[in-house]
């Protein structure tokens, strides 16, 4: 029984072992083995077979054997890219039959035999030393591929004539050196996206490895695919003529829509010259990026008329130029009449007003030198919807809100991430088309909220220095969206100036406890983020936690970013799991509660009076906490009239009730062990005295006399008498001696008038009852014990009768 189940402890621990000192990870049902930039020579021996991701990135690989895979019967991704492969046998995966995602790039691979699992969708060739693009041939039942990525010295159109019949996504063609191109080539390729990467070369070579004319290249790639990028466009220095004449390559009749060129070093004219070979063809996108601009700037010539140009991006500008007219650069690109332009990260200071209507409905001019004088004044950019100028270094609201003021069609506005500030009097005024505003990351404090734009839906302030919203604020009556994030705020935020609000994010504030009743107040309010903030877990958290689980809405992050923080000994509890009595923060409940408290213990102790006698025991008890002083007193200093005594006690009982004082009271009282004795006429009384003498020894030498009280004893004459002599020794002695017993309940009226004592002993109550109760015999039998108890002289001088 146990065998099998440490055998599966073992292997799993074994398993967790072997998973974690290899950097695997489990995810869902995919186990993904990385072994990227681990220096291995060779394929680790023993992956688990469940492997789905093997990643041998970044090694120094060279030879792959089929029992490297054929375990892995599960694999779907193998990342082979940055190793040293030159040769490859693809029946290495023929066990592989999952495999979706083959990447083998940047290898040194020359040659491949065999065909690929026809399953794959990603198959990554690229960057490696093939010489012409031979293994295409193989390609054409690949039916799945979307990517493929190729590199070759000789491209030739027998080699690609197989791959007309896929329906590529991507194709990625480096060519570190092209040494002949056959024209026509690129045309077989069927594909929606077509990247060329030519070689990264310092500028001197480019020329020396080009063996061809690139304008051919260029040709037919203008007419391979809608989507376009050519990188590294820096080999064409010495032939300035090429981007003049890029006219001739790019025109209206190729079929690109998207042309991206990366990392392009380029004097000013010739960038100018491809930008208009670019404006008059079939482009409609049009992205330079990794830009490096040399030589002299001067102005321009273009031509904006007759484009289908629809969106101009330039990104990462690096200008090796230092002096030129700045006017001359900015009036290339705000006179173009496109609806979108995008600058970013070009170090622009300034941008000039259009001198015509613009048809400008997007601008993006993020990551900037920009100051707030742009577009100050300026009345042509009617059309503009969308304006970003994130990351520049504008500095005075009222400036930025005027720069709006003739943009009669702005509806969104994002100058996150600059060092924005408002002061009072500064003036405000704003486009009343304004619908969103990001001013986040800005440095603003919370007078900004005395200038904004009335009409704004979406506001973004969050990572500011905004404190508390001020009273008296201007009330934004469409505001939906409100972001507050990472601020200082401490509490939630006043809804009555933003009525329609219904979005609102707090998170990452100082807010220890949130008003309980924001919720009250802010009736459209359907999503909140009030995370990661200090909490302070005490009774007004209670309501907002409460507040929030009704509330229909959605409370983003809930609830593992909702964390108490203080107090010390809840830190880091999270809300849901904090929880408070309803008593300790209700007052009204807690009096309630302490009322009902008090109410159950006056009906407990009623019914312990009515039901269980407790009033009995009480003076039981009571009785015996007397007794015990008294004889603790008693022992510490014996008294001289201890001196006589023989006995503990004298009873005195009627016949009647004899059997039950030899069945009950003597046995319970001398309780066997010899330490009690008593005094009972039948067994000590000396034969030849009278009974009168007896009895008055008998009560003389015993330390108490116990009457057993009953209708019978009251009827006993003898009894008068020994009841007679122990009261009389009683008063003459000045010591309570005298214990009665209640046996039976005697009624006031059967007592006959001439036992006077009897009657005001009786009167007193000082008797103890004889319980009917079982239960409360060992009680009753405890305390008489205790009421005799008293340590006589030793046995052989006591016993003188
Ligand atoms: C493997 O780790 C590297 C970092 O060493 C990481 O870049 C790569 O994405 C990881 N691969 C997978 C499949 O997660
Ligand atoms: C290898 O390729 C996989 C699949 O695309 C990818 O997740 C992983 O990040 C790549 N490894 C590296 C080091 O880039
Ligand atoms: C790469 O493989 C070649 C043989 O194909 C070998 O000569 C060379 O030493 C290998 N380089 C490394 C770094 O392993
Ligand atoms: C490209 O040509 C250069 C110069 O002829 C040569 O040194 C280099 O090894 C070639 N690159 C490849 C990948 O064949
Ligand atoms: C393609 O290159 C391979 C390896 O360099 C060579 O064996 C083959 O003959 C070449 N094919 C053509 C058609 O040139
Ligand atoms: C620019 O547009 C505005 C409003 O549409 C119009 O009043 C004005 O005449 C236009 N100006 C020119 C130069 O077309
Ligand atoms: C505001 O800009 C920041 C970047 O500066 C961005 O992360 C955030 O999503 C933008 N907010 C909105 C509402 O678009």
Request: proline share 4%; charged share 20%.
């Amino acid at each position: 029984m146990g065998g099998p189940v440490i055998y599966i402890f073992i292997l799993c621990y074994a398993l967790s072992f072997a998973l974690c000192s290899n950097n695997q990870l489990f995810a869902a049902n995919e186990l993904t083995a990385n072994y990227s930039h681990k220096n291995l020579l060779n394929v680790p021996k023993s992956l688990p077979s469940l492997t789905t991701v093997l990643d041998l990135s970044y090694n120094e690989i060279s030879v792959l054997l089929t029992s490297d895979f054929s375990p892995l019967s599960k694999l779907k991704v193998l990342n082979i890219s940055h190793n040293n492969i030159s040769e490859l046998d693809t029946e290495v995966l023929k066990f592989n039959k999952d495999l979706e995602y083959l990447d083998l790039s940047r290898n040194h691979l020359w040659n491949i035999a065999g065909t690929f699992p026809e399953g794959l969708g990603h198959l990554d060739l690229s960057f490696n030393s093939f010489r012409n693009l031979s293994m295409c041939k193989e390609f054409g039942n690949m039916l799945q591929l979307q990517f493929l990525g190729l590199s070759a010295e000789e491209i030739t159109k027998f080699a690609l004539k197989e791959m007309g019949t896929l329906q590529l996504h991507t194709v990625v063609l480096t060519v570190e050196n092209l040494s002949s191109y056959e024209p026509g080539s690129l045309q077989m390729l069927n594909t929606e996206k077509l990247h060329i990467v030519l070689p990264m070369r310092h500028r001197e070579h480019y020329y020396t490895i080009m063996y061809t004319d690139p304008r051919v290249v260029m040709y037919d790639a203008f007419k391979t695919s809608k989507t376009l990028g050519l990188s590294n466009i820096l080999f064409l220095l010495n032939d300035p003529m090429f981007w003049r004449s890029f006219s001739g390559v790019v025109d209206k009749h190729s079929i690109v829509s998207t042309l991206i060129l990366d990392n392009v070093l380029l004097s000013w004219n010739d960038l100018v010259a491809v930008i208009q070979a670019v404006w008059h063809s079939s482009v409609e996108y049009f992205i330079v990026s990794e830009l490096f601009l040399w030589s002299f700037i001067q102005k321009a010539q273009f031509d904006y008329s007759n484009t289908l140009m629809k969106a101009f991006t330039v990104k990462h500008v690096h200008i090796e130029i230092f002096e030129f007219d700045q006017n001359d650069v900015y009036s290339l690109f705000s006179e173009m009449m496109i609806p979108r332009m995008t600058i970013n990260d070009a170090n622009i200071v300034f941008m000039l007003c259009p001198s015509k209507n613009s048809s400008f409905t997007y601008l993006d001019f993020s990551s900037n030198e920009l100051t707030d004088d742009i577009f100050q004044g300026c009345g042509t950019l009617l059309s503009l919807e969308t304006f970003v100028l994130q990351q520049n270094k504008l500095d005075k609201l009222s400036k930025v809100g005027a720069m709006t003021a003739q943009m009669k069609s702005l509806r969104n506005l994002d100058v996150s991430q600059n060092p924005i500030q408002y002061e009072d009097g500064d003036g405000c005024y704003w486009s009343e088309s304004i619908v969103t505003l990001n001013l986040s990351s800005a440095e603003v404090d919370e007078s900004v909220f005395k200038c904004l734009p009335v009409n704004v839906e979406t506001l973004d302030l969050h990572n500011n220095q905004i404190l508390t919203l001020p009273a008296g604020i201007t009330k934004l009556k469409v505001l939906k969206e409100l972001n507050l994030a990472s601020n200082r705020l401490t509490n939630l935020p006043d809804c009555s100036y933003f009525p329609s609000l219904a979005v609102l994010g707090v998170e990452m504030n100082t807010i220890q406890s949130p008003s309980s009743d924001f919720l009250q107040k802010c009736k459209n309010v359907r999503a909140i983020n009030a995370g990661n903030n200090p909490f302070q877990c005490d009774c007004d958290i209670r309501d907002f936690i409460s507040q929030e689980k009704q509330s229909a809405g959605d409370i983003t992050g809930w609830p593992e970013s909702y964390r108490c923080q203080y107090p010390e000994s809840v830190k880091g509890t999270q809300l849901k799991d904090f929880h408070l009595t309803e008593i300790s923060c209700n007052t009204s409940i807690l009096l309630v509660v302490i009322f009902i408290i008090i109410v159950a213990v006056v009906i407990s102790v009623f019914g312990l009076c009515k039901y269980l006698d407790l009033p009995w025991y009480l003076k039981m008890m009571w009785q015996w906490t007397k007794t015990k002083n008294r004889i603790n007193a008693t022992n510490r200093n014996p008294p001289a009239l201890h001196k006589n005594l023989v006995y503990h006690a004298f009873i005195s009982y009627s016949q009647h009730d004899a059997s039950w004082v030899k069945n009950d009271l003597i046995p319970n009282l001398e309780k066997g062990d010899g330490s009690i004795h008593i005094c009972q006429h039948e067994r000590n009384f000396v034969p030849g005295r009278s009974i009168i003498e007896n009895i008055i020894n008998c009560i003389e030498k015993s330390y108490k006399s116990i009457f057993v009280l009953s209708p019978n004893f009251i009827q006993s004459e003898w009894c008068h008498y020994e009841l007679y002599f122990a009261h009389h020794r009683l008063f003459t002695e000045n010591s309570d001696s005298l214990i009665l017993i209640l046996l039976e309940p005697i009624p006031q009226y059967l007592i006959p008038s001439k036992y006077y004592k009897l009657k005001a002993l009786m009167a007193k109550r000082t008797y103890l009852e004889w319980p009917k109760e079982k239960s409360k015999h060992g009680l009753f039998w405890a305390n008489l014990r205790a009421a005799i108890n008293i340590n006589l002289f030793p046995p052989e001088e006591i016993c003188i009768i």
